[in-house]
């Protein structure tokens, strides 16, 4: 059972790298609440915990790392926050699913770069503070569970506009056919930065409300307007 964090998720996930058997934290990426079943919505840095508790994550992960017996690599630690102390949820040999994008934004290094030079053997130099005091945020809305065909999309242009935006991309247009389904079917990205957590959740919201959907589903011929939030709701 996780502790209560809203309106933030009630995970974290440590980024590491480890090199010749020595493990080096590169930050604590902070979540937003699961849409159900279990599909992610997106993340930020740097996270909302305090000092006490992040050293508490950064010895938890370090010292499962260790117990793997892990030389070398990028690894990508997932952790549920309960009222009993951290957990581990799961731990990856890899780089975290728009976690290169938060480093280029927020260190501007590049993590698959820094992963290659571990993998021969090069000297590598890890970030070790952020370079401003900014929250720097990668949303990515998701697809229905349910299918369904996307008739027309709205809001790209003022999303655009919004001066915290930095990047947008859709990987969703009219015509697409969404197959639905439990997994984390990311429909866009949305890159930027704020000053602080409390304007992190107001652009959260407002790029929710700002992205409209136009859907049709299989079992009605009716088409349904929705918002970001909305559809990755169903």
Not at 176 to 190: D, H
Not at 215 to 231: K, M
Request: hydrophobic content about 40%; charged content about 15%; aromatic content about 8%.
């Amino acid at each position: 059972m996780g502790k209560v964090t809203a309106p933030f998720g009630d995970y974290v996930s440590v980024e590491s790298a480890v090199i010749n058997g020595v493990v080096e934290h590169i930050a604590i990426t902070g979540k937003m609440p699961l849409s159900h079943p279990f599909r992610e919505y997106g993340h930020f840095w740097p996270s909302t915990l305090g000092r006490d508790e992040q050293d508490e994550i950064y010895h938890l992960t370090t010292r499962s790392l260790q117990a793997l017996g892990i030389m070398s690599g990028l690894i990508h630690t997932e952790i549920k926050l309960t009222e009993n102390g951290p957990r581990i949820i799961e731990i990856n040999g890899r780089v975290g699913g728009g976690i290169n994008e938060m480093a280029k934004m927020s260190f501007n290094i590049s993590l698959f770069a820094v992963a290659a030079r571990i993998a021969m053997g090069q000297p590598v130099k890890l970030p070790q503070n952020y370079l401003s005091n900014d929250i720097f945020f990668n949303i990515s809305h998701i697809a229905p569970t349910q299918p369904c065909e996307i008739v027309t999309i709205t809001g790209e242009q003022e999303l655009n506009e919004i001066p915290a935006i930095s990047f947008y991309r859709s990987y969703i247009w009219p015509g697409s056919r969404l197959p639905g389904g439990t997994q984390t079917n990311e429909i866009n990205i949305i890159l930027g930065h704020v000053p602080d957590h409390n304007e992190f959740l107001n652009i959260y919201h407002l790029v929710g409300r700002t992205l409209r959907y136009q859907v049709r589903f299989p079992d009605n011929d009716n088409i349904v307007e929705l918002d970001a939030h909305q559809l990755g709701a169903l």
